[in-house]
């Protein structure tokens, strides 16, 4: 079955990059998400790598996907206080029928 | 942009009444899902439908849930009898095929049970 976990806290300084790392177990996932909840609000879809990839960039986004290690981080650069937010790893699971999703990390930017 | 929308946005009732979430999904998808997210915890799956039937659900989706999509339009998650523990955050999500990779998420209901 699919488990996906997450640290629960982040704390950064606004203007340094964010990292969050999560790790999953299900090693046949095509691709890995990254959500975005505000708070208040629902779930953002922030990006999403495929398994045959080992970075993807968007932006001030980075991803990195060591599958080997079943290891999912997200670098935010340049990190805003509108960052602030619980970022979820997820993946789809089988048929694609469904998301599973870590525990969320909550990021805390200060200013 | 369409966008999944869900009414209401907080719904408080009182233990063993029976509530309906109503979730309208993006217009020209075919596959929705409603999930659960208790104060602090992850989400949790509970129900993909396609094609007017269930096609997964968990655990968590016992008797007394209950999923419709009444008019082609709306999709809702019917709780007949409510328990304290069922106070959670209730998203609606929908996509377009199995193959796409986003699920679109509502912007959710929160659920109180007094």
Request: with cysteine; charged share 20%.
């Amino acid at each position: 079955g699919e488990d996906v976990e997450q640290s629960l806290f982040l704390s950064v300084r606004e203007g340094d990059s964010s990292v969050i790392n999560c790790t999953y177990t299900d090693s046949s996932s095509t691709y890995l998400y990254w959500y975005k909840q505000e708070p208040g609000a629902g779930l953002q879809l922030l990006t999403y790598i495929f398994s045959n990839m080992d970075m993807k960039q968007d932006q001030r986004l980075t991803v990195l996907l060591n599958k080997k290690d079943k290891h999912l981080s997200l670098r935010i650069a340049d990190t805003q206080t509108g960052d602030s937010a619980i970022y979820f790893c997820a993946e789809p699971g089988g048929g694609y029928q469904k998301v599973t999703f870590g525990t969320g990390t909550k990021l805390q930017v200060i200013p | 942009e369409p966008e999944v929308t869900q009414t209401p946005s907080h719904q408080v009732t009182q233990m063993g009444q029976e509530v309906i979430l109503r979730c309208v999904p993006i217009s020209n998808h075919l596959y929705f899902y409603w999930y659960r997210q208790i104060l602090g915890q992850k989400v949790e799956f509970l129900v993909s439908f396609y094609n007017n039937e269930i096609s997964e659900k968990s655990e968590i989706f016992d008797d007394q849930f209950s999923v419709e999509r009444p008019d082609g339009s709306n999709f809702t998650l019917k709780i007949r009898s409510t328990k304290l523990e069922d106070s959670a955050m209730y998203f609606c999500a929908s996509n377009m095929d199995r193959s796409s990779y986003e699920q679109y998420f509502g912007p959710g209901t929160r659920l109180t049970v007094t």
